[in-house]
């Protein structure tokens, strides 16, 4: 038989997924390793979902989605964050922020085009530039920086192929977040190599501290060239609904939209009526649920610290970073025996790139009562290693 696409075959399964399907397997084992929200749907807009399928608004929608909701989505991010779109022609709605990366990738690139991804970092972002057709160019970013891109990082990975630039903050794996003064230089390069960016904001509402979000697309001379990714799995706990959305200029959401046309249609009907309700009246929920993640956020940054396991303080999204290369272990050594010995899921470092290599992933969202328990297997574990 003919051999099957090279590139497909090439991509490394996903490094978190082996470890839960040991985890789905093993009684009384704790996972602190999935990137979902332990909250259910708000009730309102579970039931706003259920009101359209009780009265039949079980069809299509446009391929960019309901105008309602993408009216309710430009609202929202020029009240959340001066940020101003046309619902009509720069706003696609997506089956979840994956696929708008996905989009976003195949309307931009030509083969051989360098996506410059700072790492750690979600785990699709090179399989999709890989998918399609692009170089991933890879900057390791330092845990001295809090794993913020530099000016300096940035310039020294730009050559004359180089067309993308991905942002991902408040970070997934870190927690890291960029401030307005950490991006300037930053679009200063981008405008300056005539650079393209996609900004990956969906853990944009849990921001904590004194800092909130601040997007790249804000500065002068970064809206036109940035697509804004972002959804509603995590901030309103809805990540079975598979809804997200794009934010970008007309021609590039053009492109995006004509992909998505022939291989998605629309983004699920139900969940997108459900979404217009958590903009509408959602708020709450969101504060609600920030302020628990805030709780325990500070509870397992000071448990890590009193029990000598080094991390910056997270500012972002639900996750903490642990060093843990004192013990001697790689990253999947340190997981895979604490798995084994204490029955405690966590994701090893490299997962998310090579620069993961001595830390883990552990995300805060869960209650209070299974991080506590988690962290006093923790500490047993490294305290025999």
């Given at each position: 038989m003919?051999?099957?696409?090279?590139?497909?075959?090439?991509?490394?399964?996903?490094?978190?997924?082996?470890f839960?399907?040991?985890?789905?397997?093993?009684?009384?084992?704790?996972?602190?390793?999935?990137g979902?929200?332990?909250?259910?749907?708000?009730?309102?807009?579970?039931?706003?979902?259920?009101y359209?399928?009780?009265?039949?608004?079980?069809?299509?929608?446009?391929?960019?989605?309901?105008?309602?909701?993408?009216?309710?989505?430009?609202?929202?991010?020029?009240?959340?964050?001066?940020?101003f779109?046309?619902?009509?022609?720069?706003?696609?709605?997506?089956?979840?922020?994956?696929?708008?990366?996905?989009?976003?990738?195949?309307?931009?690139?030509?083969?051989?085009?360098?996506?410059?991804?700072?790492e750690?970092?979600?785990?699709?972002?090179?399989?999709?530039?890989?998918?399609?057709?692009?170089?991933?160019?890879?900057?390791?970013?330092?845990?001295?920086?809090?794993?913020?891109?530099?000016?300096?990082?940035?310039?020294?990975?730009?050559?004359?192929?180089?067309?993308?630039?991905?942002?991902?903050?408040?970070n997934?794996?870190?927690?890291?977040?960029?401030?307005?003064?950490?991006?300037?230089?930053?679009?200063?390069?981008?405008?300056?190599?005539?650079?393209?960016?996609?900004?990956?904001?969906?853990?944009?509402?849990?921001?904590?501290?004194?800092?909130?979000?601040?997007?790249?697309?804000?500065?002068?001379?970064?809206?036109?060239?940035t697509?804004?990714?972002?959804?509603?799995?995590?901030?309103?706990?809805?990540?079975?609904?598979?809804?997200?959305?794009?934010?970008?200029?007309?021609?590039?959401?053009?492109?995006?939209?004509?992909?998505h046309?022939?291989?998605?249609?629309?983004?699920?009907?139900?969940?997108?009526?459900?979404?217009?309700?958590?903009?509408?009246?959602?708020?709450?929920?969101v504060?609600?649920?920030?302020?628990?993640?805030?709780?325990?956020?500070?509870?397992?940054?000071?448990?890590?610290?009193?029990?000598?396991?080094?991390?910056?303080?997270?500012?972002?999204?639900?996750?903490?970073?642990?060093?843990?290369?004192?013990?001697?272990?790689?990253s999947?050594?340190?997981?895979?025996?604490?798995?084994?010995?204490?029955?405690?899921?966590?994701?090893?470092?490299?997962?998310?790139?090579?620069?993961?290599?001595?830390?883990?992933?552990?995300?805060?969202?869960?209650?209070?009562?299974?991080?506590?328990?988690?962290?006093?297997?923790?500490?047993?574990?490294?305290?025999?290693i």
């Amino acid at each position: 038989m003919k051999t099957l696409s090279n590139t497909a075959n090439d991509i490394k399964p996903s490094g978190i997924r082996k470890f839960f399907d040991v985890v789905s397997e093993m009684p009384d084992a704790i996972s602190l390793g999935v990137g979902e929200p332990d909250f259910d749907t708000p009730w309102h807009v579970v039931d706003e979902g259920i009101y359209s399928l009780e009265k039949g608004k079980t069809y299509y929608t446009s391929n960019s989605g309901l105008m309602e909701l993408r009216e309710e989505i430009c609202k929202w991010y020029g009240r959340k964050y001066n940020l101003f779109y046309k619902a009509a022609s720069e706003c696609l709605l997506t089956v979840g922020g994956s696929e708008g990366i996905d989009l976003a990738l195949r309307a931009m690139l030509n083969p051989g085009d360098e996506v410059i991804i700072p790492e750690p970092s979600y785990v699709s972002y090179v399989p999709c530039v890989s998918l399609a057709g692009g170089v991933p160019v890879i900057i390791d970013l330092k845990n001295e920086n809090q794993f913020k891109l530099t000016e300096k990082e940035l310039s020294d990975a730009i050559t004359k192929k180089t067309k993308v630039l991905i942002l991902s903050y408040p970070n997934n794996p870190t927690g890291a977040i960029m401030t307005r003064q950490d991006l300037e230089p930053i679009a200063k390069l981008a405008i300056e190599h005539d650079l393209y960016v996609i900004s990956d904001e969906i853990y944009s509402e849990l921001t904590y501290g004194k800092q909130s979000h601040f997007s790249i697309a804000s500065l002068p001379g970064m809206k036109e060239r940035t697509v804004i990714i972002n959804g509603f799995s995590k901030a309103f706990a809805m990540t079975g609904w598979r809804l997200g959305y794009a934010l970008a200029p007309k021609e590039i959401t053009g492109l995006m939209t004509k992909i998505h046309q022939f291989c998605i249609m629309c983004a699920p009907t139900t969940s997108q009526y459900a979404a217009i309700e958590a903009l509408k009246n959602g708020d709450k929920d969101v504060a609600m649920m920030r302020k628990s993640y805030d709780e325990r956020r500070r509870y397992l940054y000071k448990r890590l610290t009193d029990m000598n396991l080094p991390a910056f303080e997270p500012l972002g999204a639900f996750y903490i970073f642990p060093d843990i290369s004192r013990f001697g272990l790689s990253s999947e050594e340190f997981a895979e025996k604490l798995l084994r010995e204490k029955k405690l899921a966590v994701v090893p470092g490299t997962a998310f790139g090579n620069s993961g290599e001595g830390f883990i992933r552990i995300s805060y969202a869960y209650s209070i009562d299974q991080l506590r328990e988690a962290l006093d297997r923790i500490e047993s574990f490294t305290s025999h290693i």
